[in-house]
């Protein structure tokens, strides 16, 4: 079983930057496949970015491509996602996810742990 908390969102306005970080538990983290996903209010939840276990590979939602980063620190269990110019379309809940096992991927049906979410609120 992995818990994961997520920390960092919050209100911010448009342009500015925010750091998520997503801390989980349990000693096999580092095997984990790593995702961020978003949903805003009456809309789907969707993908946003996602890392492997080793950092080798990561993907992007084409929205968030050149804006947003993510990261793993598997010393210290911990996947952030870094958020620059942000945008108003950018407000919603974030979730973060893990996934045991296999590649990368942006299907959320594929991942086995979810985060209870942070908001991020972005002001235009």
């Known amino acids: 079983q992995v818990q994961l908390v997520e920390n960092g969102g919050g209100l911010v306005q448009a342009g500015g930057s925010l750091r998520l970080s997503c801390a989980a538990s349990g000693r096999t983290f580092s095997s984990y496949t790593m995702g961020w996903f978003r949903q805003a209010p009456g809309k789907e939840r969707e993908f946003v970015a996602g890392?492997?276990?080793?950092?080798?590979?990561?993907a992007y939602a084409d929205s968030v491509k050149g804006r947003f980063t993510i990261s793993r620190d598997n010393a210290k269990n911990t996947v952030y996602l870094q958020m620059n110019r942000l945008k108003a379309e950018d407000t919603a809940g974030y979730y973060c996810?893990?996934?045991?096992?296999?590649?990368?991927?942006?299907?959320?049906?594929?991942?086995?742990?979810w985060g209870q979410g942070t908001q991020v609120t972005v002001s235009s």
């Open positions: 996810a893990a996934r045991s096992g296999g590649r990368l991927t942006i299907r959320q049906r594929e991942y086995d742990y």
């Open positions: 890392i492997s276990w080793s950092s080798g590979s990561t």
